[in-house]
């Protein structure tokens, strides 16, 4: 039995599968002329898919793919001197996103179509950059190493369970494995990056990025590179200290979401830190002689398990400390709670005391210091890690770092109260 349709909706959807049909049709037309299916082909083909799904006839859907295909074949046999079924596979593609413009009941459906439609033909037009990438400028081991990096995400991290194990419920699998993809995260983006862009300019924007989602990843990632590759030991030691001078805004934007009256509060301060972070890293570190000649950021394998297991396992410890100090000391006390959980999750901590400040458990003056307390704690945490993962130069400066922003922002903070 066919189904049955209204006619404005049935013109809209032969609509957008002819745009899609001309699409694709147009980039095969233009890219192989007439030794491959065209423009004309495409089109009629998007507009055989989107009868078929306005008829939504099982049978009648079988048999035009069917033809289609049998079509198709006849033309590849038929024209010699041909390589590769891209134009019949483009084909098949373009009737079944031409039958999704016309899936009735479901109209998120024909905008999911378009935007296909749109990436297959830019894949399409990157055939000669994407046969470049893949057979000159990925190697044999990035390639290997990009699964790898894919398979800890889409593989392992689905099947770890979810929930808190163990004393104080302190192990969460998923948890912990996420800053396992996090710190592996940044030193793969990292490494490519600096392939493509260059060490001083890549390294700006691994910071930048590494601030963004996770400065204690961010941290890890620079202090493990540090020791790999020493010649560049102030291009990393600045990296990890403009990531975590972009922590503050990025803590700003978090309160002014969720407390615009906190943010208000932590304004001077935070924007201090970032000043100062930022003036440090550009001015300070930029003189920082390199420790050696020549060198690659990155090393040679963009991707390494074991030292992202082993600070994994660090983490960790860290939430076992965190949880069971919180524990011990309960959650009336908002200081010892935020400098607790700072240690590990200040941006946690930052959504807690602004929740506290809106349902009047804490005074605003309490709320901001609790915040700053968190973030310094935060940074002590990091400290930690760069002496302990990173070599005793990246450290010290980082440290540095943390000084120059935490001295500036509690010291404006200070200044606030007094006025």
């Known amino acids: 039995m066919m189904a049955t349709f209204a006619l404005p909706d049935a013109v809209k959807a032969i609509a957008e599968a002819l745009v899609i049909g001309f699409l694709i049709g147009a980039q095969r037309e233009a890219s192989h002329g007439e030794r ?55 084909a098949v593609a373009t009737f079944c996103l031409g039958y999704l413009t016309a899936t009735p009941d479901n109209p998120p459906a024909a905008q999911l179509a378009i935007g296909t439609a749109i990436a297959v033909v830019a894949f399409l037009e990157a055939k000669r950059s994407l046969h470049k990438l893949l ?24 099947l770890l369970p979810e929930g808190a194990y163990g004393p104080f419920g302190f192990l969460e699998p998923r948890t912990v ?42 941290t890890t990632s620079f202090a493990r590179s540090s020791v790999e590759a020493t010649q560049e030991l102030p291009l990393y030691s600045q990296a990890a200290v403009i990531a ?18 906190l943010a208000r509060a932590c304004l001077i301060p935070l924007a201090t830190m970032c000043a100062a972070g930022l003036l440090y890293a550009l001015v300070v570190l930029r003189r920082a002689p390199r420790e050696t000649a020549g060198g ?25 400390v965190s949880k069971a100090a919180a524990k011990l000391y309960g959650s009336g006390a908002v200081y010892w709670t935020s400098a607790i959980g700072g240690s590990v999750d200040a941006d946690a901590v930052v959504v807690s005391v602004a929740g506290l400040l809106s349902l009047g458990g804490v005074t605003i003056k309490a709320s901001a210091t609790s915040v700053l307390l968190a ?6 945490v990091k400290t930690g890690i760069a002496f302990f993962a990173g070599t005793r130069r ?23 109260g007094r006025l």
Not at 39 to 68: M, N
Not at 296 to 317: D, E, M, Q, T, Y
């Open 36 to 90: 491959h299916a065209g423009v004309r082909d495409f089109v009629l083909i998007a507009l055989v898919g989107a009868i078929c799904g306005l008829l939504q006839a099982p049978w009648l859907t079988v048999a035009a793919l069917f033809s289609i295909a049998a079509l198709l074949a006849v033309f590849y046999f038929h024209v010699g001197e041909r390589t590769g079924i891209t134009t019949e596979m483009a």
């Open 135 to 158: 057979r000159e400028t990925i190697t044999e081991i990035e390639f290997n190493d990009t699964l790898r990096f894919l398979a800890i995400i889409f593989i392992i991290y689905p």
């Open 177 to 218: 494995w996420l800053f396992v993809i996090l710190v592996s995260s940044i030193s793969y983006a990292g490494y490519f990056v600096e392939k493509f862009l260059g060490a001083q300019r890549g390294m700006k924007f691994v910071a930048i990025f590494g601030g963004l989602a996770s400065t204690t990843a961010a």
């Open 244 to 261: 975590n001078a972009i922590q503050f805004p990025r803590v700003l934007v978090i309160l002014a979401v969720v407390s615009p009256q």
């Open 296 to 320: 690659s950021v990155g090393g040679s394998n963009p991707f390494r398990l074991l030292p992202a297991l082993k600070f994994g396992a660090v983490f960790a410890a860290i939430l076992f």
């Open 375 to 380: 973030l310094l704690m935060n940074g002590v």
């Open 394 to 416: 990246f450290a010290w400066r980082l440290t540095g770092g943390f000084m120059a922003m935490f001295g500036a922002g509690w010291l404006v903070f200070w200044a606030m």
